[in-house]
Structures are given as structure tokens and as C-alpha cells.
């Protein structure tokens, strides 16, 4: 309570992002409030972008409601792009066709619409998969946004099972072959973060095609892949400690709740 007050007191925006940022790092219930109250009452759009992000950072009610009512504020277009991929991190499976439909947007740089493909990448759906899946080849989006498709396929795989991801992995290698150099890139990021089998040749490949300064990065990437796949029972641990720690952070607050009216 505290916070909120001094925040909603505080003159100075670089305060309120640098104490948005430190809320999400928190990972702690009581931030839940103070994300969603900020979230409601910003207007400073440098500030904006940096709260809808941190909104990201967990996986409550009261922050895909607060983010749903800031989209219908009609916010900056980076800051609506950060709501869109946070509100994808809510992972609701009601939220996949308003993201569809703002990955149509065309507006300034196709900001918003690599915003929404973003959340729909977080959101780990098939639905979403599928719909992402589908949108690859040359032509099917504006082309800024065809990196951000690539991510978020890799993203949204990494969200399901062995077929899904697959499937994926052989998507992605074929972009790597895409003659957008953005694109490219893009998909072997998301190559490694799958840690897909095989995929090391084609980045060792696309290492000799991009600028030098590529090269440090796709090098680690390679020496990712030759690291090896987290595997099923891993990827299933890593999902089961996402729900604990959300279980974790109903209860502090339902305890706090208790303390506070004895």
C-alpha cells in the first residue's frame, strides 16, 4: 500500500519505471496490486511500455484485467505492443482472437502487430500454433513482422509437446535459409531456445551468410544446441514450477488478507 501511494505521489517517470521493473523482478504477490493500480492510472507514455511489460511478469486476474482495460485505452503504439505480448503471458486461452486481431494492425512500423504476434506466441496454445505456423511464408504477413513470427513460433512450441515442436524446429530451419536477414536471425534464436536436434548445420551455415557481427552470436547459439535439449521431463518440471510459484503467490496474499483483519 505504501508503494502504491508514494507511486501514485511520484513526479518523476524514470522512479516509476525503474520501481515497475523492480516490482516484476519480485515475482512476489503484493506486486500484483501495485503493477495493476500503476497500470490504471499511468500517463506518461515513456512509462507505459516498461508497466505493460512488467505486467507480464506474473500470471494473475487483476493483471489481465488491468491490461485488457489498458488496451481499451487506446495507449502509444510500444506501449500497446508490450500489452499485447504481457497479456499473451496471462496464457488465457480467451485473449488468442483479440491478439489475432491486433496482429492485423498496420499502424506505425507494424508496432503493434509484432506486439500481438509476440503475446501470441506467450499465450502456448495449439490454436496459436497453429495460426502462427501458418503465417511463415513470404508474403502471408508484412514483412517487419515476419521475425517476430519466427520467435514466436519457437516460443509457442516450446509451450507443447514433441510434435509441435518438431514441426517447429523444421520451419524454423528452412528460415534460416529466408532471404530477410532479420528473419533469419530470428529463427535461429529461436532454433537454439528449442534446442532443436539437427539445427546446428544450418546455423553453422547461416554463420557464413550474415555480417560479421552476427557471428559471436550465432556461435553461441551453436554451442547451445551442442549443449542438448532440456528434454520432455525437464520442459514438464519447468511448467510445473510456474504453477507452484503462482500457487505460492495466492497464498501469500490470502494470508496477508487473513493477517490484516485479525
Given at each position: 500500500e505504501a508503494v502504491r501511494e508514494a507511486m501514485a505521489k511520484e513526479s518523476f517517470w524514470g522512479v516509476r519505471v525503474a520501481v515497475a521493473q523492480l516490482?516484476?523482478?519480485?515475482?512476489?504477490?503484493?506486486?500484483?496490486?501495485?503493477?495493476a493500480a500503476m497500470l490504471a492510472t499511468e500517463e506518461e507514455p515513456k512509462v507505459m511500455r516498461y508497466l505493460a511489460k512488467a505486467a507480464g511478469s506474473m500470471r494473475h486476474a487483476s493483471?489481465?484485467?488491468?491490461?485488457?482495460?489498458?488496451?481499451?485505452?487506446?495507449?502509444?503504439?510500444a506501449a500497446k505492443a508490450s500489452a499485447l505480448t504481457a497479456l499473451g503471458q496471462q496464457r488465457d486461452p480467451a485473449d488468442f482472437d483479440l491478439?489475432?486481431?491486433?496482429?492485423?494492425?498496420?499502424?506505425?512500423?507494424?508496432?503493434?502487430?509484432?506486439g500481438a504476434i509476440g503475446g501470441l506466441g506467450q499465450l502456448g496454445?495449439?490454436?496459436a500454433f497453429e495460426w502462427l505456423a501458418g503465417r511463415l511464408a513470404y508474403g502471408e504477413l508484412p514483412e517487419p513482422n515476419r521475425p517476430a513470427a519466427a520467435q514466436a513460433l519457437g516460443a509457442c512450441a516450446g509451450r507443447l509437446e514433441r510434435d509441435a515442436r518438431a514441426r517447429a524446429g523444421d520451419a524454423l530451419v528452412d528460415l534460416t535459409r529466408d532471404p530477410n536477414s532479420r528473419v533469419r536471425m530470428a529463427a535461429a534464436g529461436a532454433l537454439a531456445g528449442l534446442r532443436t536436434p539437427g539445427a546446428a548445420a544450418s546455423l553453422a551455415s547461416l554463420k557464413t551468410l550474415q555480417p560479421n557481427q552476427d557471428a559471436p552470436k550465432i556461435q553461441r547459439w551453436i554451442d547451445a544446441l551442442a549443449k542438448g535439449g532440456p528434454g520432455e521431463e525437464t520442459r514438464k518440471l519447468t511448467d510445473r514450477c510456474e504453477k507452484l510459484e503462482e500457487q505460492l503467490r495466492k497464498m501469500d496474499a490470502r494470508i496477508q488478507d487473513l493477517e490484516a483483519r485479525s
Amino acid at each position: 500500500e505504501a508503494v502504491r501511494e508514494a507511486m501514485a505521489k511520484e513526479s518523476f517517470w524514470g522512479v516509476r519505471v525503474a520501481v515497475a521493473q523492480l516490482l516484476a523482478k519480485s515475482k512476489r504477490a503484493e506486486a500484483i496490486p501495485v503493477l495493476a493500480a500503476m497500470l490504471a492510472t499511468e500517463e506518461e507514455p515513456k512509462v507505459m511500455r516498461y508497466l505493460a511489460k512488467a505486467a507480464g511478469s506474473m500470471r494473475h486476474a487483476s493483471l489481465r484485467a488491468a491490461l485488457l482495460e489498458f488496451l481499451k485505452s487506446d495507449p502509444p503504439p510500444a506501449a500497446k505492443a508490450s500489452a499485447l505480448t504481457a497479456l499473451g503471458q496471462q496464457r488465457d486461452p480467451a485473449d488468442f482472437d483479440l491478439l489475432v486481431q491486433a496482429a492485423g494492425d498496420g499502424g506505425i512500423h507494424h508496432l503493434v502487430a509484432s506486439g500481438a504476434i509476440g503475446g501470441l506466441g506467450q499465450l502456448g496454445t495449439t490454436e496459436a500454433f497453429e495460426w502462427l505456423a501458418g503465417r511463415l511464408a513470404y508474403g502471408e504477413l508484412p514483412e517487419p513482422n515476419r521475425p517476430a513470427a519466427a520467435q514466436a513460433l519457437g516460443a509457442c512450441a516450446g509451450r507443447l509437446e514433441r510434435d509441435a515442436r518438431a514441426r517447429a524446429g523444421d520451419a524454423l530451419v528452412d528460415l534460416t535459409r529466408d532471404p530477410n536477414s532479420r528473419v533469419r536471425m530470428a529463427a535461429a534464436g529461436a532454433l537454439a531456445g528449442l534446442r532443436t536436434p539437427g539445427a546446428a548445420a544450418s546455423l553453422a551455415s547461416l554463420k557464413t551468410l550474415q555480417p560479421n557481427q552476427d557471428a559471436p552470436k550465432i556461435q553461441r547459439w551453436i554451442d547451445a544446441l551442442a549443449k542438448g535439449g532440456p528434454g520432455e521431463e525437464t520442459r514438464k518440471l519447468t511448467d510445473r514450477c510456474e504453477k507452484l510459484e503462482e500457487q505460492l503467490r495466492k497464498m501469500d496474499a490470502r494470508i496477508q488478507d487473513l493477517e490484516a483483519r485479525s
